[in-house]
């Protein structure tokens, strides 16, 4: 060999596997800004999208609807209809687009607008790729983007995965996701069971269903993904993964009976924890998502097939351009700069690893056999226990917190901090356009009135009969996309079928309190004893959560102090207008208001809590904000008649809850 043969061979790259698709979490404002952000996106090297909707969209309401005040484009692109749908993608050939839809309540109505859409630009149905989550079942947990009862949205479900399996073949028709589930509280074993009781809840129905031949269910198992959530305990998360591809595997085959190996295989995708991220030296949170990138990709018998980052701002607000660069980025030097795919999986046989999985496992299958006790999955969100372990979960968590027995960097330990440049300026973060909300409204007027409106009506009327009729409702929902429907009016024809409804709550159990806590809460305790011989009766605290936002999770625990500090706590849950918030405390006679929004649109909801409160004789009541809110923002609520505001940089519950006993004693003084 010559010297420039052995030269040649000593840099001759191994052979490396395929890298995982690339994507970021985006969408905000309009269909023609995020798709200005897609393409920009993809210009940089991403290799996927993955499509946030805002709320309205997600659960069934057009943007004009009252409850999508203040909600329009602000977590997400608001998709109102097909001409949404084709700017959205606008220069996107989705037939060769691997495009991810974070989407549950209305995945059947926005997977036929991106079918109508990919027919509109000449593309064959069969030709797409992509995923839609389609797991409204932790929406009822979770998000709370549910918009039917259980019952018939798993039948929606079990509709979408039926016509993708005939019409889709290269299309994952569900995303069986447990990442909301662990931002809701749920422990890693917790994660497994109701992730996994989900699925099998699914292809139950689904086989039962005789949508689908007996011979092709194999088939159709195959097509399932997942979508999980990474934290920062990494070796714990990366032994959670494990566990997930051997419970999917053993599932598969004493369950179902699935032999071929292709098709018990557990494929998914993942965004590492956006909870844990801080507003406290958000710079930190760079090293936090790499920390969970890499539980989701060193190990190769369980490696994700899609990541996608969060930015690390995003406890301060909307990223920008630049901080999903980043972001992204990160998953390229992963993937290009180091050995990382060059070699067989590093941790099997690794006895640490293997006693951790097994532990999991053991776990994940006792919880999962509680599920079944209680007739499965439907029926175990119906009466509330999933909900129950979650917040139990979740306060435990609040708990440690609080105390320091779980450090969080910045927050609760290493406080000490100099200024970050990477706020310095106009935030750090991506402010959303105040103007993008009216002019979504217009051009949803427009849409209306320029359409043919016989045969809207006519489309709609054969999506109703469909669901009446339990028959599948894919092909007359894209009949409905092609004919001008709107998102409102397909959610309404379904919800005049199948009625509205309302998670439980979750808190209707009493909690078991350690004596730390205890400790903690007596002082409180003490001084909410006192109010209560002033006022005759104890303090009554509205909790409400107006809007479209469903992420309960800090609503649900301040409710649950409150309550373990001696308030009555008035709370019914997600989804309430303003009016109804209003009306709540002044029929229940509260002395405080606290209201909590994580989707941005504080200005415009507090506004119009405020404006209800003053036309109820009720402006003197105290009323406090919780939420994601900019410093900015913050001063302008208070300005605006707020008591108190609070954001994630005040994570101790027991003196929130104190600042709230000094409005009310303010109120009497």
Not at 144 to 170: C, H, N, Q, W
Not at 561 to 569: I, K, L, P, Q, Y
Not at 628 to 648: H, S, Y
Request: net charge negative.
């Amino acid at each position: 060999m010559t010297q420039s043969e052995e030269s040649a061979a000593q840099h001759k790259q191994p052979r490396r596997d395929r890298p995982w698709l690339f994507r970021t979490y985006a969408g905000h404002s309009s269909a023609r800004a995020s798709n200005a952000l897609y393409r920009s996106n993809l210009a940089k090297g991403q290799t996927g999208l993955s499509v946030a909707f805002d709320l309205p969209t997600q659960t069934g309401y057009d943007s004009d609807h009252p409850l999508a005040l203040g909600e329009v484009g602000k977590v997400g692109v608001p998709v109102c209809h097909l001409g949404d749908m084709e700017a959205l993608f606008d220069g996107i050939p989705l037939d060769q687009m691997n495009t991810s839809m974070t989407i549950n309540a209305t995945a059947p109505w926005l997977l036929a607008l991106y079918i109508a859409a990919a027919e509109r630009q000449g593309a064959d149905r069969a030709a797409l790729t992509g995923t839609v989550q389609n797991d409204v079942i932790k929406e009822y947990l979770s998000r709370g983007t549910y918009m039917l009862p259980p019952a018939p949205s798993l039948k929606l479900t079990t509709d979408v995965i039926a016509f993708a399996y005939r019409e889709l073949p290269r299309w994952n028709p569900m995303n069986v996701c447990s990442y909301h589930l662990q931002e809701a509280g749920a422990t890693p074993q917790q994660e497994l069971a109701y992730a996994l009781t989900t699925a099998t809840a699914v292809l139950d129905s689904l086989r039962d269903g005789g949508q689908v031949p007996d011979a092709d269910f194999p088939r159709v198992v195959g097509r399932l993904s997942f979508f999980v959530n990474a934290g920062i305990r990494f070796v714990t998360e990366l032994c959670k993964m494990r566990a997930f591809v051997q419970l999917w595997d053993e599932i598969c085959r004493e369950r179902y009976g699935i032999e071929e190996e292709k098709y018990r295989r557990f494929r998914y995708g993942v965004q590492v924890n956006s909870l844990g991220l801080t507003e406290q030296q958000p710079e930190n949170n760079v090293y936090r998502i790499l920390l969970e990138t890499l539980s989701v990709v060193l190990s190769k018998d369980a490696r994700a097939r899609a990541v996608q980052l969060p930015a690390w701002n995003e406890a301060l607000g909307l990223p920008r351009a630049w901080d999903q660069q980043w972001s992204l980025r990160l998953q390229q030097i992963l993937a290009f700069e180091t050995d990382l795919l060059e070699h067989e999986d590093i941790f099997t046989g690794n006895p640490v690893i293997e006693q951790k999985v097994a532990g999991l496992m053991e776990e994940a299958r006792t919880e999962m056999a509680r599920v079944a006790e209680r007739g499965g999955v439907v029926a175990a969100v119906e009466s509330g226990y999933i909900k129950e372990r979650l917040v139990d979960s979740a306060s435990r968590r609040f708990a440690a917190v609080e105390s320091g027995e779980l450090p969080v960097v910045g927050v609760n330990c290493y406080q000490e901090s100099e200024p970050s440049p990477l706020t310095a300026g106009e935030g750090g973060y991506l402010q959303s356009d105040p103007q993008a909300e009216t002019e979504q409204v217009a051009a949803l007027a427009a849409w209306r009135q320029q359409r043919d409106g016989q045969k809207a009506a006519e489309a709609l009327a054969e999506l109703e009969a469909a669901a009446r009729d339990g028959r599948n409702i894919m092909e007359p929902s894209i009949a409905c996309a092609h004919a001008g429907v709107t998102t409102g009016e397909w959610g309404e024809a379904l919800r005049r079928v199948f009625g509205e409804y309302r998670a439980p709550t979750g808190l209707g159990r009493g909690r078991d309190i350690s004596a730390a806590e205890q400790e903690r809460l007596a002082e409180l305790c003490r001084r909410v004893e006192a109010l209560s011989e002033q006022l005759g009766c104890r303090p009554k605290m509205l909790v409400g959560k107006p809007g479209l936002d469903g992420h309960s999770n800090g609503a649900e625990q301040i409710a649950v102090r409150a309550r373990d500090a001696g308030f009555e706590v008035v709370y019914e849950g997600i989804r309430l207008t303003p009016a109804q918030i209003a009306n709540a405390a002044l029929e229940e006679g509260v002395h405080v208001i606290g209201l909590s929004i994580l989707s941005g649109s504080h200005l415009a909801l507090v506004s119009a809590v405020r404006e209800r409160l003053k036309a109820d004789g009720l402006e003197d009541l105290p009323l406090v904000v919780g939420g994601i809110i900019p410093e900015a923002d913050a001063k302008r609520l208070e300005e605006a008649g707020a008591a108190a505001v609070f954001t994630p940089k005040d994570y101790e519950l027991t003196p929130i809850l104190a600042r709230i006993v000094d409005l009310v004693e303010q109120e009497l003084a």
